[in-house]
């Protein structure tokens, strides 16, 4: 970013408050993405794309105001500034403000080896049509599909309070998806991995195996049986419990959510929520996950207790949030980009492991199932209900405390309360995931998220068939 956009910004800060703002702020962005897809072995698209501009927000009269604009001439910066004050005076006095938050000055930058940007196109392709070809292991693959995606992330935040911040990431992965049939019945298996790192990701893994595999898979669970539906024990893992959590209670602890009465979580702050063993964390930085050390309104995201052995502790706030809660914010105040202004997000929403091995969590079960999540197709969930419908991976029947066959196209239902307080062992393990090929969504804003936790055991959980 150069000193002539920074010195501008000051300069808008500065005029912000002579037009009558009793409060200002800049979000600028600089987001750089490549998409490469291979389709049957064949180069589908090679996409790539840049976005660059910033946002205005204002307080003027208690009322707020915002605009947004990709003319970063200074003629273009102060028509932005005029359109969001006003907007400001246009609005009634609805807002009071935000609650106070810590004056902060940082420049943090994700550390990388490689620049994924710098590595040439054929390389990338490459690796993406080997995968691809990779995943033709039978005849009964028929078809494959394989994504490279890669993006770097450059936010510049600044205030009328004297904050300044930037953070500069770069998120990249593979994924793969495979479709098997077997006597007539065909199952899809789609998976990715990404990583907050450089192109040295990429170099350091078998995307072929990785490819092979998941054909494997869709093989396996094509010509396997849908268990009987019912109530089951079952040991869940990482990648669910963490879909779970993010979907079915991470929404729901969102503070702008629980102050408009549409969260489960509503009115429960001190109440048992979940099993004593559980422990639900919303954490900037956490290896695996999403790098995430400051929001979008200049605050630290540091580590946030959601649950403490079973209780409800807090909410997460982003500023606005947590005046309303007379509460500290968070750091979840999150814009899907510059044109959007933040509102109340995940960041890295996980459990807390505990200290059960795979093998104890399973060993006592006469019949059960192990949901896993490779290969899920997501589902649906209602906050303020707390019910959740998600179609998991191709998992594995428990059968006297021994993993036994496949079984193809599971549902899992239930209210997340219910299943969170039927949880009677937690794993040592932890794994955390994000994704460079989608978002949490949320009021027409998609945001990149990390969660996860460990495997956990489920006294009672509905499953049937898709």
């Known amino acids: 970013m150069s000193q002539g956009i920074v010195s501008g910004l000051e300069n808008l800060i500065d005029k912000a408050l002579k037009m009558g703002a009793s409060y200002a702020d800049i979000h600028y962005q600089c987001y750089d993405h490549e998409l490469i ?60 403000g935000f609650a106070e938050t810590e004056v902060i000055k940082s420049e943090i930058r994700l550390s990388i080896k490689t620049d994924p940007f710098d590595v040439s196109p054929e390389e990338k392709v490459s690796i993406t049509m080997d995968a691809n070809k990779a995943a033709w292991i039978s005849d009964e693959i028929k078809s494959a599909i394989t994504r490279l995606g890669l993006s770097k992330n450059f936010r510049h935040f600044i205030s009328s309070e004297g904050s300044e911040v930037s ?11 495979s479709v098997a049939k077997v006597n007539g019945v065909m199952e899809r298996v789609p998976y990715s991995e990404s990583r907050c790192a450089g192109f040295e990701f ?33 040991v869940v893992d990482p990648n669910v419990v963490g879909l779970l959590l993010h979907e079915a209670f991470g929404h729901a602890s969102e503070g702008d959510l629980v102050s408009s009465g549409e969260s489960v979580l509503h009115g429960k702050l001190g109440m048992q929520v979940a099993s004593e063993l559980v422990t639900i964390i919303d954490e900037g930085i956490v ?94 969930v209602e906050v303020g209900m707390g019910t959740f419908t998600f179609g998991v991976g191709p998992s594995k029947i428990i059968r006297k405390g021994e993993l036994a066959e496949t079984v193809r196209g599971v549902v899992i239902s239930g209210m997340i309360l219910d299943t969170l307080k039927t949880i009677d062992a937690v794993g040592r393990d932890l794994m955390m995931r994000t994704s460079v090929f989608g978002g949490c969504g949320k009021m027409g804003q998609s945001v ?14 509905t499953v049937g068939g898709r």
Do not use: C
């Not at 105001?65 to 102060?78: N, Q």
């Not at 996950?289 to 403490?308: A, H, L, M, N, S």
């Not at 899907?336 to 969590?361: A, G, K, S």
């Open 167 to 177: 953070v500069e990431t770069s998120l990249i992965g593979l994924g793969h998806e």
């Open 202 to 234: 990429i170099r350091s893994k078998n995307w072929s195996s990785f490819a092979s595999d998941l054909s494997e898979l869709a093989i396996d669970a094509a010509g396997s049986k849908t268990p009987p539906p019912g109530t089951y024990t079952v």
């Open 37 to 96: 897809t291979v389709e049957n072995k064949t180069l589908k698209s090679y996409s790539s794309r840049r976005l660059s501009g910033l946002g205005i927000r204002v307080i003027v009269n208690k009322a707020l105001g915002y605009a947004s604009t990709s003319d970063l001439k200074e003629t273009g910066l102060e028509e932005a500034l005029k359109s969001a004050i006003k907007i400001a005076r246009s609005m009634k006095s609805e807002k009071k």
């Open 448 to 461: 990149p998220v990390g969660f996860g936790g460990p495997h956990v055991r489920v006294r009672k959980m």
């Open 287 to 380: 290896e695996g996950g999403y790098f995430y050390p400051f929001d979008d309104e200049g605050v630290q995201k540091g580590r946030t207790v959601i649950v403490e052995n079973g209780v409800l502790k807090g909410y997460i706030h982003d500023r606005e949030s947590a005046l309303y809660f007379n509460a500290e914010p968070t750091g979840n105040g999150r814009a899907q980009d510059f044109e959007n202004q933040p509102i109340v997000r995940q960041t890295n929403y996980y459990m807390q492991p505990r200290d059960y091995t795979f093998e104890e969590l399973i060993e006592d079960i006469d019949f059960g199932i192990y949901v896993r999540g490779m290969g899920g197709t997501g589902g649906q």
